[in-house]
């Protein structure tokens, strides 16, 4: 199992263009979250999906788009990056939305 | 108030310390319970989950206080690889969102 893997692990991003973060897990895991990381503030909940078909919001959905359209993936778009979306993005999956979760290795995003 | 607080620490303590972090929650209707440990500069991993009885992992206890909102983390015996921070994650009773702690710093000092 490589578990749950993301693509790239580096981006660098010019303000105004776009961009597909890459999330694939091999658990066959129904839930999958989107988080990302700055220095103070912990992790912080972009959106997630409990299912195929199914995401919602979590805490800061602004200018991200997700989807869900089979079990193993869940990408996160990125549709006018900005510099406050400089971040480290984390892929999470777990084998339902009570359990523990399992995180990929994270995209570091730098927006100039 | 913050939804779930840590201590930032850092923790400084020798080699085969023990030491003890707590995490508050604000929402009382919060159900699940973790602990992870995060590297610098990586992902996540998780150490344990937390439940009602507590429950031991080797060196590792978790234990949760409901009447008081707060999880804990104890840590024996503790080795210079045990330097990382420490989040608590919570999930409240019907939701889908995991809510993080900013982290506890450890620094194991030979």
């Known amino acids: 199992n490589a578990g749950v893997t993301q693509t790239p692990k580096f981006q660098v991003l010019k303000t105004g263009q776009s961009m597909t973060l890459q999330c694939a897990q091999d658990?066959?895991?129904?839930?999958m979250s989107w988080y990302r990381q700055d220095p103070g503030m912990g992790l912080r909940l972009i959106h997630y999906s409990v299912g195929a078909g199914i995401t919602d919001q979590g805490e800061v959905p602004n200018g991200y788009n997700v989807s869900r359209s089979t079990t193993e993936d869940f990408p996160l778009r990125l549709l006018s990056a900005a510099p406050s979306q400089t971040s480290v993005y984390f892929c999470a999956s777990s084998r339902d939305t009570g359990g523990e979760q399992y995180f990929g290795p994270g995209t570091r995003l730098t927006v100039t | 108030r913050k939804e779930v607080e840590q201590d930032p620490g850092p923790f400084n303590v020798p080699e085969g310390a023990t030491v003890a972090f707590n995490c508050t929650y604000s929402?009382?209707?919060?159900?699940?319970f973790f602990w992870y440990r995060q590297d610098c500069r990586k992902e996540p991993k998780l150490l344990m989950s937390v439940y009602s009885s507590g429950n031991e992992d080797g060196r590792f206890t978790a234990q949760l206080n409901r009447a008081s909102q707060y999880i804990s983390l104890l840590i024996r015996d503790s080795k210079l690889s045990d330097s990382a921070t420490y989040l608590c994650?919570?999930?409240?009773?019907?939701?889908?969102?995991?809510?993080f702690g900013t982290g506890t710093r450890l620094k194991v000092l030979a």
């Open positions: 994650v919570v999930r409240a009773s019907g939701t889908y969102k995991y809510i």
């Open positions: 929402n009382s209707a919060s159900q699940s």
């Open positions: 658990m066959n895991h129904e839930y």
